[in-house]
C-alpha cells in the first residue's frame, strides 16, 4: 500500500486530536476532582455512585431525623424538670399544712401559692415548641388544655420518627400518662385548694390533707416514670446516632474511592502525556516538512 504524505498528515492529526483528549480528560479530572465527567465516561462508575450516592442521602436523612427527634426529647425532659420541681413543692406545702399549726390565714396564703403552681403545671402541659405542642401526641396543633374554658383532652397517639431502615423511635411522652391518671394532677391540686379554703372555724383535717399528699405523691411517680422512660429512649437514640454517624463515614469513603480521582497518579498521567504530545508535534514537523516541491528546488 502506498503512503502518501495525505495519509500521513490526517494520521498526525489525528493522533493529536487524540492527544488533546486525553490531556483534557486529565486536566478536567485534577479541576473537579472526580474519575469521570458524564456517565459514557464509565458507565460502571456512574451507576454505583448513582448507588453510594442514594445511601448517603439516606443516612443524611435519618440523621436529621434523630436531630428531630432529639429536639423532642430534650425540650420534654425539661418541661418534666420543671412539672417535678412544681409538684415537689406543692407537696411541701402539704407537708407544711398537714402539721395543723397553720392558722386560717397563713392556709390561705398556701393556696394562693399552690395555685400559681397550677398556672404553673397547665404552662408546662402546654408546652410549644416550634409550634407544636409536644404532650398533645400528633396533634400537635392544638393545646391539650384550653385555658379559657379548663377542659382537658390529651391526645395518646404516638409521635414516630424513622431513625432508620425499618426503625421508628417514639419521639413524644404521652401527656395523659404524665398529667392524667385517676386522679389528674389537676384534679389532685385542686382538691388540695379546696381543703385548704374550706370554711368554718373546724380545725383542718389532717387526713384529708394526708389523702391529698397521696394523690400528689402518685402524680410526682407519674412524671418520675416518664423521665426514667424517656430517658431509656434517650440512650437508644444515641446508639442509633452513633451507628449513623459510622454508616455515614463508610458510605462517604465508598463514594470517594469510586468517584474521586488520585492526584499523584492523575498528574503523572498528564505530565507523561504532554511529553508524549510535545514528542508527536515535534516528529510531525520533520516528518510532513519535506514535500516534492522542497526536492525540485
Given at each position: 500500500?502506498?503512503?502518501?504524505?495525505?495519509m500521513?498528515?490526517?494520521n498526525?492529526?489525528?493522533?493529536?486530536?487524540n492527544?488533546y483528549?486525553?490531556?483534557?480528560?486529565y486536566?478536567?479530572?485534577l479541576?473537579?476532582?472526580?474519575?469521570?465527567?458524564?456517565?459514557?465516561?464509565d458507565p460502571?462508575?456512574?451507576?454505583?455512585?448513582?448507588?453510594?450516592r442514594?445511601?448517603?442521602v439516606?443516612?443524611?436523612?435519618?440523621?436529621?431525623?434523630?436531630?428531630?427527634?432529639?429536639?423532642?426529647?430534650?425540650?420534654?425532659?425539661?418541661?418534666?424538670?420543671?412539672a417535678t420541681?412544681?409538684?415537689?413543692?406543692?407537696?411541701?406545702?402539704?407537708?407544711q399544712?398537714?402539721?395543723?399549726?397553720?392558722?386560717?390565714?397563713?392556709?390561705?396564703?398556701?393556696?394562693?401559692?399552690v395555685?400559681?403552681?397550677k398556672?404553673?403545671?397547665?404552662?408546662?402541659?402546654?408546652?410549644?415548641?416550634?409550634d407544636k405542642?409536644i404532650?398533645?401526641?400528633?396533634?400537635?396543633?392544638t393545646?391539650p388544655i384550653?385555658?379559657?374554658t379548663?377542659?382537658v383532652?390529651?391526645?395518646?397517639?404516638?409521635?414516630?420518627?424513622?431513625?432508620?431502615?425499618?426503625?421508628?423511635?417514639?419521639?413524644?411522652?404521652d401527656g395523659?400518662?404524665v398529667f392524667?391518671?385517676?386522679?389528674?394532677i389537676?384534679?389532685a391540686i385542686?382538691t388540695?385548694i379546696?381543703?385548704l379554703?374550706?370554711?368554718?372555724d373546724?380545725?383542718?383535717?389532717n387526713e384529708?390533707?394526708?389523702?391529698?399528699?397521696?394523690?400528689?405523691?402518685i402524680?410526682?411517680n407519674?412524671?418520675v416514670?416518664?423521665?426514667?422512660e424517656?430517658?431509656?429512649?434517650?440512650?437508644?437514640?444515641e446508639?442509633?446516632e452513633n451507628?449513623?454517624?459510622?454508616?455515614?463515614?463508610?458510605?462517604?469513603?465508598?463514594?470517594?474511592?469510586?468517584?474521586?480521582?488520585?492526584?499523584a497518579?492523575?498528574?503523572?498521567?498528564?505530565i507523561?502525556?504532554?511529553s508524549?504530545?510535545r514528542?508527536?508535534l515535534?516528529?510531525?514537523?520533520r516528518?510532513i516538512?519535506?514535500?516534492?516541491?522542497?526536492?525540485l528546488?
Open positions: 500500500m502506498r503512503v502518501t504524505q495525505g500521513i498528515s490526517n498526525m492529526l489525528r493522533n493529536l486530536t492527544s483528549g486525553k490531556m483534557d480528560t486536566l478536567y479530572q479541576s473537579t476532582g472526580k474519575k469521570i465527567n458524564r456517565p459514557s465516561d460502571v462508575i456512574a451507576m454505583k455512585g448513582m448507588g453510594y442514594t445511601e448517603l439516606r443516612v443524611e436523612q435519618y440523621i436529621r431525623n434523630t436531630n428531630e427527634v432529639h429536639n423532642w426529647m430534650d425540650n420534654t425532659d425539661a418541661a418534666l424538670d420543671k420541681s412544681a409538684m415537689q413543692r406543692i407537696r411541701e406545702l402539704a407537708v399544712a398537714s402539721n395543723g399549726t397553720y392558722d386560717k390565714e397563713e392556709l390561705v396564703n398556701i393556696s394562693e401559692e395555685k400559681q403552681l398556672e404553673h403545671m397547665i404552662e408546662i402541659a402546654n408546652t410549644n415548641v416550634n405542642y404532650f398533645n401526641g400528633t396533634k400537635t396543633d393545646a384550653n385555658q379559657e379548663g377542659g383532652d390529651f391526645d395518646n397517639s404516638p409521635v414516630l420518627i424513622e431513625v432508620s431502615s425499618g426503625t421508628a423511635l417514639k419521639a413524644n411522652v395523659n400518662e392524667g391518671g385517676e386522679p389528674s389537676f384534679d385542686d388540695f379546696e381543703k379554703e374550706a370554711t368554718g373546724s380545725d383542718l383535717d384529708a390533707i394526708d389523702a391529698s399528699i397521696a394523690e400528689l405523691d402524680g410526682i407519674n412524671i416514670n416518664a423521665r426514667a424517656l430517658g431509656a429512649r434517650m440512650n437508644r437514640l446508639l442509633v451507628r449513623l454517624s459510622e454508616q455515614e463515614v463508610i458510605a462517604t469513603q465508598t463514594m470517594s474511592q469510586n468517584e474521586d480521582i488520585d492526584y497518579k492523575a498528574i503523572t498521567e498528564l507523561t502525556q504532554e508524549l504530545h514528542a508527536a515535534s516528529a510531525g514537523a516528518i516538512q519535506p514535500s516534492l516541491v522542497d526536492f528546488r
